[in-house]
């Protein structure tokens, strides 16, 4: 595996995201516990030392099964993150009730790194309000040993990271952004990585095969990288990128399966550096991608959506109705209760200000609402599939 040294310490450099755990029949907190259990165990045993959790992620329940899988090896063995949401819109902010919940979720006494979750321009004003004296608790916890690393995340735009960083620079150790060969011009990570360099504060990547976007490429886009290196795995290239930044010290990948770990862990056995032109051509690709919606499943959007809509499923038909007319779009939907499909959303705005992407949900629903409308619906199809079949009895 892989390591880079952080303060001494020595990192692997892939490190396990648990924002995609495994799950029972699709209910996101209902974690797979065993298979959990089976995918730290693989990643321990093959060099993997860091874990990143966070309050959110499965409804509460990441934090819970992670500290309890983790608990079964040395305290000592491995490094253990997680956030502060003070980026979920609130009344108000208790940053000791939710730490204190958060050790006992996790059974332990004190965190390896934590972060001060999505710093971006709907929550930084949050964060800088002496009332809610976010910074002071937990500069005060680092002092008692309870936070040995303190960071932050942000999807916030340049302008706020740096906002941010005149504030409290100084003060942050590693800061984790949304970094890929597709974000790099699409959501400025560029700048964001330069700036952070040159404020001489290393980088943590989430994201880093962009929900699995980039895991997916077309037949053409694969031919064009296996050309030029016909063994490598297209999350590999998406690795192959980051391992190319030198002020990369952490990526982050939020594997869901055994089989997304077994790979993962073989790419980070050993640096395979790009060339200029494989690296051009990744970006050349990466251009070629920006119609889709730009979602990345972070569900943000979900707790305050009046009508309880799942919207990065509809975003998601909504990408795959615009890259071509999809059969599997009209079944998702006919599936959906009447009042949880995109024409029930009443725009309101709500998930579009809590967006890490600054995405136009209102207007992403909108558009899928006119894209099905050109398409027959599901229950159309079976019914003319139904004669068909019976049509071809008859003959």
């Not at 899988?69 to 502060?84: C, G, H, M, T």
């Not at 959501?187 to 980088?203: F, M, S």
Request: glycine content about 6%.
């Amino acid at each position: 595996m892989l390591t880079n040294e952080f303060q001494g310490i020595p990192l692997s450099r892939l490190g396990f995201g648990t924002m995609r755990l495994p799950v029972v029949n699709g209910v996101a907190t209902d974690i797979d516990e065993k298979q959990v259990d089976d995918m730290i165990d693989y990643a321990i045993s093959h060099g993997i030392n860091y874990f990143d959790t966070a309050h959110p992620y499965h409804g509460g329940m990441s934090e819970k099964v992670i500290g309890k899988s983790l608990s079964r090896y040395p305290r000592e063995s491995y490094y253990l993150a997680s956030k502060y949401p003070g980026h979920i819109i609130r009344g108000s902010y208790n940053p000791a009730e939710i730490f204190e919940e958060q050790l006992q979720k996790c059974g332990v006494d004190y965190f390896d790194f934590y972060l001060l979750h999505n710093v971006y321009e709907n929550s930084i004003q949050v964060y800088q309000d002496p009332q809610w004296g976010i910074l002071d608790y937990f500069l005060e916890q680092k002092r008692l040993g309870r936070i040995k690393h303190l960071g932050f995340s942000t999807h916030g735009r340049p302008d706020t990271i740096q906002s941010f960083l005149d504030y409290c620079g100084d003060q942050m150790e590693f800061c984790q952004i949304q970094l890929n060969y597709l974000d790099w011009t699409l959501q400025e990570a560029k700048e964001k990585y330069e700036l952070l360099t040159e404020r001489g504060i290393p980088v943590w990547v989430m994201e880093p095969v962009r929900g699995g976007r980039l895991t997916q490429l077309s037949e053409t886009e694969v031919a064009r990288l296996q050309a030029l290196r016909p063994d490598e795995t297209n999350p590999a290239w998406a690795f192959r990128f980051l391992q190319d930044l030198p002020n990369v010290k952490m990526i982050l990948s939020g594997m869901s399966n055994m089989a997304q770990m077994v790979e993962n862990v073989e790419t980070f056995q050993q640096e395979k550096p790009l060339t200029e032109a494989e690296r051009a051509t990744l970006l050349e690709i990466a251009e070629g991608m920006k119609n889709s919606v730009p979602c990345t499943a972070c569900r943000y959007c979900c707790d305050g959506c009046p009508q309880g809509l799942d919207i990065p499923v509809l975003i998601s038909a909504y990408n795959e109705i615009r890259f071509s007319p999809s059969l599997n779009v009209p079944m998702l939907l006919d599936a959906l209760p009447e009042d949880k499909r995109p024409a029930a959303c009443i725009a309101c705005g709500k998930c579009a200000k809590v967006c890490p992407q600054n995405i136009d949900i209102p207007g992403a629903m909108k558009g899928l609402v006119e894209e099905c409308a050109k398409l027959p619906s599901w229950a159309d199809i079976s019914r003319q599939r139904e004669e068909e079949a019976r049509q071809a009895r008859l003959r």
